[in-house]
């Protein structure tokens, strides 16, 4: 089964728990903590859409509404920013907020350097920084890509996606679009030049053509010329011999 398999059963249990009908408070904040430490879920927006989750807002327990949130788009570094206004994290899900914002930062860049990274995981040394590139990324199979020690980077191969930020989703369909309409220039203008690239082929074969029938006709009148020429010398000699009689 495959990541995304996966995901998509983590997902199906979560909401389901989440849509409990009269759920309490204190179990819907039960199942934001369960998903947010569960260490094969990356994705957490069908539970934000669920309608017993949004209810918290405004309530005193909204703050965890914001923690599932911060899970869906934020990173390590941003809940730091907004620690005070959000419950504490348990260790499992300190774990997996610096997955997340790997998962972030491999979503903008190809090339990772060492410094970005351990300044925002809240690493302090290149091993521990390998450590977790390797055994709770790489293993993971949520990030694929080789570590460049020389270089001290990270180059990003593959990644899994993130839930899609508010607002994400129209600049993807503009870029789509863009990208679209570029491909499609491009295939006219490539279609142009294949027809150009026909017309010159043709062209050199018409002048190929021309060519070989000038050389033809070159060949021609030089095989006649020597033929008359060699008619005037029998003439002559035939000539020569008669006055010789």
């Given at each position: 089964?495959?990541?995304?398999?996966?995901?998509?059963?983590?997902?199906?249990?979560?909401?389901?728990?989440?849509?409990?009908?009269?759920?309490?408070?204190?179990?819907?904040?039960?199942v934001i903590?369960?998903?947010?430490?569960?260490?094969?879920?990356?994705?957490?927006?069908?539970?934000?859409?669920?309608?017993?989750?949004?209810?918290?807002?405004?309530?005193?327990?909204?703050?965890?509404?914001?923690?599932?949130?911060?899970?869906?788009?934020?990173?390590?570094?941003?809940?730091?920013?907004?620690?005070?206004?959000?419950?504490?994290?348990?260790?499992?899900?300190?774990?997996?907020?610096?997955?997340?914002?790997?998962?972030?930062?491999?979503?903008?860049?190809?090339?990772?350097?060492?410094?970005?990274?351990?300044?925002?995981?809240?690493?302090?040394?290149?091993?521990?920084?390998?450590?977790?590139?390797?055994?709770?990324?790489?293993?993971?199979?949520?990030?694929?890509?080789?570590l460049n020690?020389?270089?001290?980077?990270?180059?990003?191969?593959?990644?899994?996606?993130?839930?899609?930020?508010?607002?994400?989703?129209?600049?993807?369909?503009?870029?789509?679009?863009?990208?679209?309409?570029?491909?499609?220039?491009?295939?006219?203008?490539?279609?142009?030049?294949?027809?150009?690239?026909?017309?010159m082929s043709?062209?050199?074969?018409?002048?190929?053509?021309?060519?070989?029938?000038?050389?033809?006709?070159?060949?021609?009148?030089?095989?006649?010329?020597?033929?008359?020429?060699?008619?005037?010398?029998?003439?002559?000699?035939?000539?020569?011999?008669?006055?010789?009689?």
């Amino acid at each position: 089964m495959d990541i995304g398999e996966k995901q998509a059963e983590h997902i199906e249990h979560f909401v389901k728990q989440a849509s409990i009908i009269n759920a309490s408070a204190s179990c819907l904040v039960n199942v934001i903590v369960e998903a947010t430490s569960h260490p094969s879920l990356f994705a957490f927006t069908e539970i934000l859409s669920v309608p017993n989750i949004s209810q918290l807002q405004g309530t005193e327990d909204s703050r965890y509404l914001d923690l599932l949130q911060m899970f869906a788009h934020g990173t390590w570094s941003q809940y730091n920013s907004n620690a005070s206004k959000l419950p504490q994290l348990t260790p499992d899900q300190v774990f997996k907020l610096k997955q997340l914002t790997m998962l972030t930062l491999a979503e903008t860049n190809k090339v990772l350097p060492y410094d970005v990274l351990m300044r925002e995981l809240d690493v302090v040394n290149v091993r521990e920084l390998e450590d977790f590139l390797i055994n709770e990324c790489m293993y993971a199979g949520i990030v694929r890509g080789k570590l460049n020690q020389q270089k001290r980077s990270f180059e990003v191969q593959f990644a899994v996606g993130r839930d899609l930020r508010p607002g994400q989703l129209g600049n993807m369909i503009h870029t789509l679009s863009d990208w679209l309409g570029t491909s499609d220039s491009l295939l006219i203008t490539i279609q142009e030049k294949i027809k150009w690239a026909d017309s010159m082929s043709e062209l050199d074969k018409k002048h190929k053509q021309e060519n070989i029938e000038m050389l033809e006709e070159v060949k021609n009148k030089l095989s006649l010329k020597k033929l008359s020429n060699m008619s005037r010398v029998t003439w002559t000699s035939v000539g020569m011999l008669n006055l010789m009689e």
